[in-house]
């Protein structure tokens, strides 16, 4: 087998990195963890914290669908807004190719002042700073030590701020996300012509109305739709339709991975296909990489290529479509499998139901997440006191659970991962 050619690829951070097309990873995620702070009390103090996603290592490479599927509340959504810097990560590290793109952060007020002049302190200050470094310096250094030293680190945080800040950028291009809800993802005032021509103008640059006309009728004959839609209002679009509009402005600006959050699960099954295939097509056109996120066992089987499984901020399962499908390991993958609707009368699947409720991310439950409800923790050693561990099972396929009590090797080729 001959090794596949590296091809360089220049960046807007003016850095050349090299990327092998298929098996380099486009988007790493080491170690996240987003948590949502809760406010309480008479002076809104921060009184505990959602740990909606709590310790989450994946990647997934150029072209291919990462399937992440899981209960509602799992924390499917807040990985999508993560990794687009929706919302910040509490802990962990997030990369594109090899630059890391979750947001640095400046402890302090400082923060809150920089936040607040953001504009001015990312462009104007290094701008006067730039002009007048001598004189400002010599200024500078006569202030008291307290004053000099705050300074120094003001400079420090500024540099922070000012990379985020083009990193922000950059990956505004590179990654675009469809939202579940097409008519919330779609300004009822505007036409179609604006809201696809917005990231145009903003991300691209592009300001003359014939070229914004042009380029967006393109974009709309991609996703299978007639130049007579540019001038209308989302409010005369069908569902399928509007989520057509809302892909083809993630397409706008050639992004490279798009963050898919539930894109069909509020259409109807026929236009649900239509929606799936498209995407396939334009994933074959355009060489993208998906992260689809779903509850809907049978479209993430339809269009991944791998497959996470989530519980509780956790992934407790993940491997290739068919390793996960045809070979559940984890208890909560059978569970969730077994709860599949079929449509063969002879199939005898015995259905796996869970007992009671999920737990809540405020406080979840100590050792694995999963064992107040598991179906199979007598069978293993210490469900709620150890924290389980990550099993290769062969090829891409990896659980997260504990030894079995009886056997020294609980599984086949049983390998312990750590992060
Ligand atoms: N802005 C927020 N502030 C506080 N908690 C939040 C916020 N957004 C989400 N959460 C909580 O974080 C957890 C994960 O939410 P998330 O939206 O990521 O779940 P999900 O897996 O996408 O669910 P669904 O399948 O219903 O869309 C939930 O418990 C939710 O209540
Ligand atoms: S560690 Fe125990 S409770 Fe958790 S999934 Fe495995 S068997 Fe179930
Ligand atoms: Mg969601």
């Not at 009390?41 to 599927?69: P, S």
């Not at 675009?176 to 640059?205: C, H, T, Y």
């Not at 992004?255 to 498209?278: C, F, G, H, K, R």
Request: with cysteine; glycine share 6%; net charge positive.
């Amino acid at each position: 087998m001959t090794v596949p050619e590296l091809k360089t690829k220049k960046t807007e951070l003016g850095k050349t990195r090299k990327y092998n097309n298929k098996r380099d990873a486009i988007i790493t995620v080491k170690n996240l963890k987003t948590y949502y702070p809760i406010y309480g009390g008479m002076f809104k103090r921060k009184v505990g914290e959602v740990k909606a996603v709590d310790g989450v290592t994946f990647n997934f490479y150029r072209n291919e669908t990462l399937g992440l599927v899981g209960e509602s509340g799992c924390g499917k959504t807040t990985i999508g807004n993560t990794i687009l810097r929706l919302v910040p990560n509490t802990d962990g590290e997030i990369y594109y190719e090899d630059l890391r793109i979750d947001p640095r952060k400046v402890q302090g007020l400082l923060e809150r002042w920089i936040s607040r002049y953001k504009t001015l302190v990312l462009y104007a200050i290094p701008g006067i700073y730039e002009k007048n470094k001598e004189k400002f310096e010599k200024w500078m250094s006569r202030l008291p030590s307290f004053l000099y030293k705050r300074y120094k680190r003001l400079k420090i945080d500024i540099k922070i701020l000012q990379r985020d800040f083009l990193v922000g950028k950059f990956i505004r291009k590179r990654i675009q996300m469809v939202f579940q809800d097409p008519d919330a993802s779609l300004n009822p005032r505007w036409k179609v012509v604006n809201i696809i021509g917005e990231p145009l103008k903003i991300l691209e640059g592009i300001t003359k109305k014939r070229k914004i006309r042009a380029r967006v009728l393109e974009l709309l004959q991609t996703v299978s739709m007639k130049p007579e839609h540019l001038d209308r209002y989302p409010h005369e679009f069908s569902g399928g339709q509007k989520q057509r509009i809302v892909i083809a402005r993630a397409l706008a600006c050639n992004p490279e991975v798009i963050i898919l959050d539930e894109p069909t699960s509020a259409l109807d099954v026929s236009v649900q296909a239509q929606i799936l295939n498209l995407l396939k097509e334009l994933q074959k056109e355009f060489d993208l990489s998906f992260l689809f996120i779903t509850h809907d066992l049978s479209v993430v089987q339809h269009i991944a290529d791998r497959i996470a499984v989530m519980y509780l901020g956790k992934f407790v399962e993940t491997g290739a479509v068919d390793e996960v499908f045809y070979n559940p390991s984890h208890p909560y993958t059978k569970a969730l499998l077994s709860a599949r609707p079929t449509f063969d009368p002879t199939s005898k699947t015995n259905r796996i139901i869970l007992e009671g409720d999920v737990p809540s991310p405020i406080n979840p439950p100590e050792g694995c997440p999963f064992h107040p409800r598991c179906p199979e923790k007598d069978k293993h050693i210490g469900c709620g006191v150890e924290n389980p561990r990550k099993i290769h099972l062969g090829g891409d396929h990896y659980i997260v659970c504990l030894p079995f009590k009886d056997e020294k090797k609980s599984y086949e080729g049983m390998e312990y991962i750590s992060d």
